[in-house]
């Protein structure tokens, strides 16, 4: 099985073909094929290491997301000193399917893959009737009289002169 390491976004990839990897955000369209070029290692039968890239190889890969990652927050604090700063950060990346990794300088052959056709339902023949129903507004049920909180007594108005 053939593999590539791969360099992007200051890091280093290790994928083969048919693999679903999450790099750094790289401007491209959904459905796009684009080609990576920074390939430090290609391995398989032969072992070919670059100094320090590959002459000729590439990488090529179908974007099939672009989104951000959870937030993550850096909340510095200094004690005694009434001090601290809350700063929240979300990663933009891109979601690749790698599809060829190329030697020789060639240029990608496959192009992205066909997006699966959604089956639509047929609809349902009614009595004949095209106008919409009202939905029905759900039931609340009253709470068990355990759980329910207990009524506030009332008070009586004070009484204004003193009495006898």
Do not use: W
């Amino acid at each position: 099985m053939m593999f590539a390491v791969i360099k992007t976004g200051g890091k280093q990839y290790r994928v083969a073909e048919d693999q679903i990897i999450k790099i750094e955000r790289i401007k491209a369209e959904l459905g796009e094929i684009i080609q990576l070029g920074e390939v430090l290692m290609l391995g398989g039968d032969k072992l070919e290491v670059g100094a320090p890239m590959v002459a000729g190889a590439s990488v090529a890969g179908e974007v099939i997301e672009q989104g951000r990652n959870a937030k993550v927050i850096a909340f510095k604090k200094r004690r005694r000193k009434n001090s601290r700063r809350k700063r929240g950060h979300r990663q933009e990346f891109t979601m690749l399917r790698i599809t060829e990794i190329l030697t020789e300088g060639a240029k990608p052959t496959k192009g992205p893959r066909p997006k699966p056709e959604r089956k639509i339902k047929p609809a349902e023949a009614q009595d004949g009737d095209d106008t919409p129903k009202a939905k029905k507004k759900p039931v609340k049920k009253a709470k068990p009289a355990a759980t329910r909180p207990a009524p506030k007594a009332k008070r009586k108005p004070a009484a204004k002169g003193r009495k006898k």
